[in-house]
């Protein structure tokens, strides 16, 4: 059973950081793209960063220059370093393995930037 597992999300601050993990299991995804995505209220979600199998990664203009992803191919796992974090940046983030036809999800966390 394939399995996304996030992690990391929680309350902070604006101009704070969180970084979130996703741990996949129950597939080897070295040779897919992953990526993460979000889902604020009332909005559709959203494609937040991806990151190929070859390290090739894109962002979403409004978090270009803030977010980093990353992956580590060893632990099944992928990344995103936020920071210089927004308000406008509250939403559900969610994991994404990308197959053939289909994407895997994670159950998502939620990221809350508020003072």
């Known amino acids: 059973q394939v399995q996304l597992v996030e992690s990391g999300g929680g309350l902070v601050q604006p101009g704070g950081s969180l970084r979130l993990s996703c741990a996949a299991s129950g597939r080897d995804f070295t040779d897919n793209t992953m990526g993460w995505y979000r889902q604020a209220p009332g909005k559709m979600r959203e494609l937040v960063a991806d990151?190929?199998?070859?390290?090739?990664?894109r962002y979403a203009f409004s978090v270009k220059g803030r977010f980093t992803i990353s992956r580590d191919n060893a632990k099944n796992t992928v990344y995103l370093q936020m920071n210089s974090l927004k308000p406008e940046d509250t939403a559900v983030y969610y994991c994404?393995?990308?197959?053939?036809?289909?994407?895997?999800w994670g159950q998502g966390t939620q990221v809350t930037v508020s003072s």
């Open positions: 994404a393995a990308t197959v053939p036809l289909y994407n895997y």
């Open positions: 990151i190929t199998s070859r390290g090739s990664t």
